[in-house]
């Protein structure tokens, strides 16, 4: 039973209750439950124009246009829209195909549903919207719809699909069973509907199940969930989109070429839904309201094709087509001859020769990582993650944040298999001359829109996360309180910007004085600490130092503005102080999120809902990965030297680095071997209970990013830890967070270095670790793979890969392009996530410790514009043969801007003793 409604009401779903959807009147009563139906198709507007639709021109157009598929392959076929599969007949025919035993995905899917229902429905408020994208198999959605009838209230849960009958049929076997669920059929494609949802104030899940994504390309997907996100979803909605995984080829030919042909049967009713299609808009031109028998025509024949697959391991993706039997002709309705001529300039039949295919779809196979991938592309958050028992398939929940980092990076067709980067990339780059200013993956000036990126990152982190009340707080004594950095960073930037435009301070002038800089007192001695603004005896009032924020930002946005539009050209120094302005910021954005872990947790006011996956199974297997080393690696960031560049005119595709990594020079290595994966709060836990047995003390060793959970009066080790995040404290006995990297500082890090028998890695060893990997990996495609999962010496692997010196011509380029997509940086997550259980990690989670003070390059010169960045904090020469107070930290967190761990030769650096920040460790081992 459903109540209809015409389509010029059908403008908005926001302002309505759930009550508002419920029939008006009874049309029996013994029915629990009614549903309304609301058609949004375009069909159904009575204003509409007699014009080809859309879907017309899509079958036209594409049989008329050879395409290249995505993912590298070079050959083009004619192609009919996908949307065919699924009419009334080809829904019914799917619908078989999921009780096939060779179909798997229903199978794992369903189990996926019963087994982690719970958790799903946990992420699922009262009082808001479930919306699924297409009805799907009733057996799934009355899995999600029992729990939430039983478990949640106020929930109204919103079918979308093309075709009324299938609503229809859903909403009446769905809507008398669950009494306090509301259900809405609606009716249109999700571009007709989803834009409705974006006034809605109610919180909202959308539900995409099954396996559709995979009908899309890498840059479809994307972009599908992208526009998905901006029409329909708000800070905090969720979106829970199922992807089928890689696996056996044979297990996955089996799925889509079934023995009772029921999946050919399937494709090959796309060509009788086109026939149908045809005849219904020629009896439309012909004034009629349906097909009539004179006007049934038959643009295929389809006895003359059949259905044929393959599957590609190394792109992860099954191919369909419609293969001609014999020679056969597409026919045009002479009715639409016209309108043919018009789209592609011929209205003759189209002949199609025996043998030539019709793609008509896709359906790709996801990596382990892929899902990571995604959420980075699109600007979503990835909170969590469902699989079966066979890691055939997985359910993937994904957030919107109240703000990213980072405008979204473009991805490559290979970005959601394990790797982010194929070896054409490795080839274009040997093809090009070794040019350390040359053209990179960013811009010398950070854009326009990562600045306001950045910008809402950093607002939703002090003007949200923290409360207006904890803002002269100081969680951690050695730092000032909170509302000086909100004054520092503006006033920072416009000392800059007041340098590059050879203008005055913004006002009040005296906030520069105030906020210019901050305190870093040493932890073992507070009496000694670098020079550092005056502090004034009352500080600003917030709402005056957000109003002198904005001034400063305007300032920014017009010289960007001005720059970006009339492609002005600028002299190096006021570039400099912008591109400076630009990393300060993002640096000093990690620094207020370290100091807010250490606030009481009850006042952190979480940015965005997170659920952390229980701990199952043992700690990853160690592993370690092997170099050679030798005479040749060169470090550090060659052709930006601020005193020659002095007065001169920026070159295009200069790449800035501060005064700390420059000059670059040539280094040796010894041969040595290094852990595959950083320390985790599992094994560190492991660690302590260990020494708390012995006669030595766990005084000092307990990490500050831990928190105590509960805890036996008998003993510290005895109870459960929590791992500090703004998102909540995990367990680190119960939940994932025993898989994360453990943060520490340098002196504990070497303690457990001690206790193992093994060494943190130099500063040279991390990174020609770390880049040597990343580039490895690149290379490591179709046949390579074997080969490198074998290979004992990753050095020795290059050599064999590419010719002499070419690793090193790499290597020199001032940004890693290999970093694996999925690293979790730039607020990829606002937490740690598990280390790899196989592979390596190298850039994400947290920084990593060496054991290399922190001094300067031969040949440093202190920055100009900056002279105290690196300068006030070298230790003394007579320090370097003993402990010193600076240690280098190499990588970056997940709350790292991707332009800085990115960059390969910029240096972090920390105290040993210093224990809050985001940083963990490695070990190295004799080779």
């Known amino acids: ?167 229809h049929d859903s909403m009446d076997s769905l809507a008398p069973k669950f009494a306090n669920v509301s259900f809405v059929a609606l009716c249109g494609t999700y571009d007709e509907v989803l834009t409705h949802f974006k006034k809605s104030t109610r919180r909202k899940t959308l539900l995409w199940l099954g396996s559709s994504i995979g009908n899309f390309s890498c840059d479809g997907a994307v972009k599908f969930l992208t526009d998905i996100s901006d029409s329909a979803l708000a800070a905090n909605d969720a979106v829970i989109v199922g992807m089928d995984k890689q696996k056996a080829p044979e297990i996955i030919m089996a799925a889509y070429h079934d023995s009772q042909d029921i999946t050919a049967k399937f494709e090959l009713n796309a060509l009788s839904h086109a026939n149908y299609i045809f005849s219904s808009y020629v009896a439309e031109l012909n004034g009629s309201l349906s097909a009539s028998d004179e006007c049934n025509v038959c643009t295929f024949d389809t006895d003359k094709f059949r259905y044929t697959g393959e599957y590609d391991e190394e792109v992860g993706r099954h191919n369909a087509y419609l293969e001609a039997l014999e020679d056969t002709l597409v026919k045009w309705p002479r009715e639409i001859a016209s309108q043919v001529k018009e789209l592609c300039g011929n209205d003759g039949n189209l002949m199609l020769k025996r043998g030539e295919r019709i793609y008509v779809e896709s359906s790709h196979k996801y990596g382990d990582g892929s899902a990571s991938v995604l959420a980075r592309s699109t600007g979503l958050t990835h909170a969590a993650q469902w699989q079966d028992s066979r890691s055939y398939y997985m359910l993937n929940l994904f957030r919107k944040p109240p703000a990213t980092m980072s405008p979204p990076p473009a991805i490559e067709s290979s970005s959601l298999s394990k790797w982010s980067e194929p070896i054409h990339r490795v080839r274009m780059m040997l093809q090009q001359p070794l040019d350390p200013g040359a053209p990179s993956q960013y811009p010398t000036i950070p854009t326009l829109p990562e600045w306001r990126h950045l910008w809402s990152a950093w607002d939703t982190l002090v003007l949200h996360i923290i409360p207006r009340r904890c803002l002269h707080d100081r969680p951690i004594d050695l730092r000032h309180p909170f509302i000086f950095y909100l004054g520092h960073v503006p006033a920072f930037a416009d000392i800059h910007m007041a340098a590059a435009e050879k203008a005055q301070l913004t006002e009040p002038q005296s906030y520069a004085q105030w906020f210019e800089r901050g305190i870093d007192p040493n932890v073992e001695n507070l009496s000694i600490c670098h020079s550092h603004s005056e502090v004034p005896a009352e500080w600003p009032l917030l709402d005056d130092i957000l109003a002198y924020r904005d001034r400063v930002r305007a300032r920014f946005t017009n010289w960007l503005s001005a720059y970006e539009d009339g492609g002005r050209r600028v002299q190096a120094d006021a570039t400099r102080h912008v591109w400076m302005a630009f990393e300060h910021e993002a640096l000093h954005f990690e620094t207020l999120l370290y100091m807010v872990l250490q606030m009481k947790p009850d006042d952190i006011r979480a940015p965005i809902e997170a659920s952390f996956a229980p701990l199952s199974g043992r700690l990853p297997r160690e592993s370690w990965i092997r170099y050679s080393g030798g005479s040749d690696s060169v470090f550090g960031l060659a052709g930006d030297n601020e005193y020659a560049m002095q007065g001169q005119e920026l070159r295009p595709g200069h790449v800035f680095g501060w005064d700390n990594e420059s000059p670059q020079m040539r280094l040796s290595l010894e041969p040595f071997a290094i852990r595959s994966q950083p320390i985790t709060n599992g094994e560190y836990l492991v660690f ?240």
């Open 688 to 927: 302590l209970q260990a020494i708390s047995g012995s006669s030595e003390s766990v005084d000092g060793l307990v990490p500050r990013s831990w928190i105590i959970l509960d805890q036996e009066p008998s003993s510290l080790l005895a109870g459960d830890y929590g791992v500090r995040t703004v998102v909540g404290l995990p367990s680190i006995i119960g939940t994932e967070a025993a898989l994360w990297p453990v943060c520490v500082s340098q002196k504990q890090a070497s303690a457990y270095a001690k206790w193992s028998g093994k060494r943190l890695p130099t500063e040279v060893e991390w990174i020609h670790a770390s880049r040597t990997y990343h580039l490895a990996c690149a290379l490591a495609t179709g046949d390579r793979k074997a080969e490198f999962a074998a290979c004992k010496n990753i050095d020795r692997f290059l050599d064999q890969e590419l010719k002499q010196g070419s690793v090193q011509e790499i290597l020199q380029r001032p940004y890693d392009m290999f970093v694996p997509s999925d690293a979790n940086v730039d607020l990829a997550s606002w937490h740690p996530q598990p280390v790899a259980a196989d592979g390596a990690t190298f850039i994400g989670n947290a920084w990593e410790w060496t054991s290399t003070q922190f001094y300067p390059y031969d040949g440093f010169k202190p920055s100009a514009m900056y002279p105290g960045y690196s300068a006030d904090f070298f230790d003394p020469i007579s320090a370097h043969t003993h402990d010193s107070t600076h240690y280098v930290v190499q990588g970056g967190s997940y709350a790292t801007h991707r332009r800085l761990a990115h960059r390969q030769t910029f240096r972090n650096w920390y105290q040993r003793g210093y224990p809050y920040v985001l940083a963990t460790f490695r070990l190295v081992d004799e080779y």
């Open 1 to 167: 039973m459903f109540a209809s409604i015409d389509y010029e009401t059908a403008t908005s779903i926001a302002p309505k209750s759930p009550d508002a959807y419920k029939a008006s009147s009874q049309d029996s009563v013994d029915a629990p439950s009614q549903y309304q139906f609301i058609d949004f198709r375009a069909a159904a507007s009575p204003d509409r124009q007699k014009r080809m639709p859309p879907i017309v021109e899509q079958i036209i157009t594409g049989l008329t246009t050879l395409t290249e598929l995505p993912g590298g392959s070079t050959a083009k076929y004619r192609t009919l829209p996908t949307l065919l599969l699924y009419d009334n007949a080809g829904l019914e025919l799917f619908d078989r195909i999921t009780y096939l035993p060779e179909y798997y995905l229903t199978n794992c899917e369903i189990e996926v549903l019963r087994t982690h229902i719970d958790s799903i429905v946990d992420q699922i408020p009262d009082d808001s919207d479930v919306i699924e994208l297409g009805c799907g198999s009733l057996r799934k959605t009355q899995i999600l719809l029992d729990a939430l009838n039983q478990q949640r209230s106020g929930v109204t849960y919103y079918a979308i699909d093309v075709m009324p009958q299938p609503l």
